[in-house]
């Protein structure tokens, strides 16, 4: 039972009827919020991750706390279950502290605002935004280190706190927070900025409540969350089995050297509940890549994926909850013990993505996806610049989304849907470096009938005597083809010194100095790939060279033969596609590379940098 206490008149609501029509209209209301929440953000943030890249995620829940519209699913219940204080109309609560919250926010660089949203006196929903600060403080710049042991090396950690009591900012508040970051000008306005835009979805329930009457709005809402359990109920039914399924996968290393960490999960469905369990997943790490995985968000996440592989058209908010139950043992990477470091999370939350695209489709194979772009990498390059200034930026990369059963999947893209590029013209109008390079690594995709997508090269110039942090991951181990296809290329980070010395650089790494006209190689990994290569048509493999998607010699993983000048050579693909089938076995389902023993023999030799050891805790 939640602990908070919300002042309000103590007048219950109606119950009405909700006709459909007028559930439709709300829903589409609360749509077009939840939008203009994000375009509020977007037209007053400051640093570059929010204003360019969006890494933000907006909601507006029910009076309960319970997400209807919105894309990362509700932060609020864990808020709700573990602050003890009172709420009251006019409040807006800061928070940046994940074990404070049941991990409704998985790392301090994460600032979340919640804000309850009154009529009459009465609770009739919230509205709550997270965006990821450039900046909290800690021990590098960025407060992500990668060494990190607890949380307290990551920078300033905010409990629930009222940063406005009853509509009076609390500037005392604020002032002790910004005390503690490298740019306070950057956080107070992209904080700003995330008030304004809980406050314009305030604005626009409000409009709602007056237009339709209070009981109809929270009719309506009561309505929609329902319509999507009935919804997801059947999904559910029609595509989880009774029979339980498993699956695997990896986080490659923790930047100190040790790894693959594992991330393992069961499932099945009783009735129409599913089942989920995370037992057999690895200790926590003593590094900071642990993922404190809300079992609320991880719903969201099995939600989002089942509608949009099954169902695009269902809405999908927090209804569903009750027929998902979720088990992460403690101590676990997805449940560290505090005060464990959390800062790195990112690879763990990606990771989670795949290991549900193994688990959901493996009763139905034509609708598995392959592994692709799960992760989001950091690049992560400040100092002074030529005037004494400081600079600092931070900068997510995109790379190769999984081949799909409708199609290939997009080259240089990111995992989150709503994520876009910092531009590079931006990049180098407000930081010392320019963009040498920009484009797609031809052959990285996995081959399949649907080709995974490509993964990037960004050639960055250093222009500035300055240090970076790195943060990624998929360059030990594959990412996986399914159905036939072949596994996506790894990543690589390559540093080309003035000298013209060269140094490939570890996947995770802080404090790596840069000179002016230094070149980093930022090269992520591709997608893999859905289905057999020898289908995919040969015309389009030659389309592909031509756009320098594939190379010739890529080519020929399809078992399609191109001449030097272009031109498809029919004969020599017929002859080349008997020879491979008759040489090749049955393929299985997933493809995931070369097993992780042959992996660490020759890691040396393909990357450049040593294989990861095996953690204390492993098999």
Excluded at 41 to 46: D, N
Excluded at 51 to 66: K, M, N, S, T, V
Excluded at 175 to 194: A, C, E, F, Y
Aim: aromatic share 10%; with cysteine; charged share 25%.
């Amino acid at each position: 039972m939640a602990k908070a206490h919300i002042i309000q008149k103590d007048q219950p609501f109606n119950q009405v009827d909700i006709d459909p029509i007028t559930l439709d209209i709300i829903e589409s209301a609360l749509r077009n919020a939840r939008f203009e929440m994000d375009t509020v953000l977007f037209r007053t943030a400051i640093s570059p991750g929010i204003r360019e890249q969006h890494d933000e995620f907006p909601l507006i829940a029910d009076r309960e706390g319970r997400m209807v519209v919105g894309q990362f699913g509700s932060f609020i219940s864990g808020f709700l279950d573990s602050y003890e204080g009172t709420i009251e109309e006019g409040d807006v609560i800061l928070l940046s502290d994940p074990y404070k919250c049941a991990g409704a926010i998985s790392h301090a660089n994460d600032w979340l605002v919640l804000q309850p949203i009154f009529h009459g006196g009465r609770l009739v929903g919230w509205a709550a935004m997270l965006g990821h600060m450039t900046d909290v403080g800690g021990k590098v710049p960025g407060s992500l280190p990668t060494d990190a042991t607890s949380i307290f090396e990551e920078g300033v950690i905010i409990p629930p706190v009222k940063l406005y009591r009853r509509g009076v900012m609390q500037e005392e508040v604020q002032t002790v927070i910004l005390n503690q970051v490298r740019l306070p000008h950057w956080n107070r306005s992209d904080l700003n900025g995330i008030v304004a835009a809980c406050r314009t979805a305030e604005r626009r329930v409000i409009e709602m409540c007056d237009r339709f009457g209070v009981d109809t709005f929270v009719g309506a809402l009561d309505a929609a969350l329902e319509r999507n359990r009935r919804a997801m109920a059947e999904l559910i039914k029609r595509t989880i089995p009774e029979e339980e399924l498993s699956f695997e996968d990896y986080i490659c290393d923790d930047g100190r050297g040790f790894g693959p960490y594992k991330l393992k999960c069961t499932m099945r469905r009783e009735g129409e509940r599913v089942m989920v369990d995370w037992t057999g997943t690895d200790p926590q790490s003593a590094s900071s890549i642990n993922f404190y995985l809300n079992e609320n968000m991880f719903k969201m996440f099995f939600g989002i994926y089942m509608i949009m592989v099954f169902d695009p058209q269902i809405l999908y908010n927090d209804g569903f909850y009750p027929l998902v139950e979720v088990k992460i043992p403690e101590g676990t990477l997805l449940k560290p013990r505090y005060p464990a470091a959390l800062s790195c999370r990112t690879h763990g939350l990606g990771r989670v993505f795949d290991v549900l695209g193994g688990l959901l489709g493996q009763r139905q194979p034509e609708f598995l996806n392959a592994a692709g772009f799960s992760s989001s990498p950091h690049l992560m390059y400040s100092g002074y610049d030529s005037k004494g200034d400081w600079y600092q930026l931070y900068q997510i990369g995109f790379g190769g989304i999984p081949g799909r059963p409708v199609g290939d999947g997009p080259d240089g893209h990111s995992l989150w849907p709503s994520f876009s590029n910092v531009p590079n013209e931006f990049l180098e109008a407000y930081f010392p470096l320019r963009i040498e390079r920009y484009e797609t690594v031809p052959d990285s995709g996995g081959p399949g009938l649907h080709r995974g997508g490509n993964g990037i090269d960004v050639v960055y110039c250093f222009l500035a005597e300055g240090e970076i942090s790195i943060h990624d991951d998929r360059w030990f181990t594959y990412p996986w083809g399914v159905n036939g296809g072949l596994p996506g290329a790894r990543s690589k980070k390559i540093l080309i010194r003035t000298d013209g010395s060269t140094e490939s650089v570890p996947s995770k790494c802080d404090h790596v100095r840069v000179h002016p006209n230094d070149l980093l190689h930022y090269v992520t990994w591709g997608g893999g790939g859905w289905g057999d290569p020898l289908m995919r048509d040969p015309a389009l493999v030659a389309k592909e060279i031509e756009r320098g998607l594939v190379t010739i010699a890529g080519a020929r993983r399809y078992g399609v033969v191109v001449e030097p000048d272009g031109g498809l050579n029919e004969s020599a693909t017929g002859k080349l596609r008997a020879q491979m089938k008759s040489q090749r076995g049955q393929s299985a389902v997933f493809n995931y590379g070369p097993p992780l023993s042959e992996l660490r023999a020759r890691c040396l030799e393909e990357t450049g940098l040593p294989a990861p050891q095996p953690p204390i805790f492993s098999r």
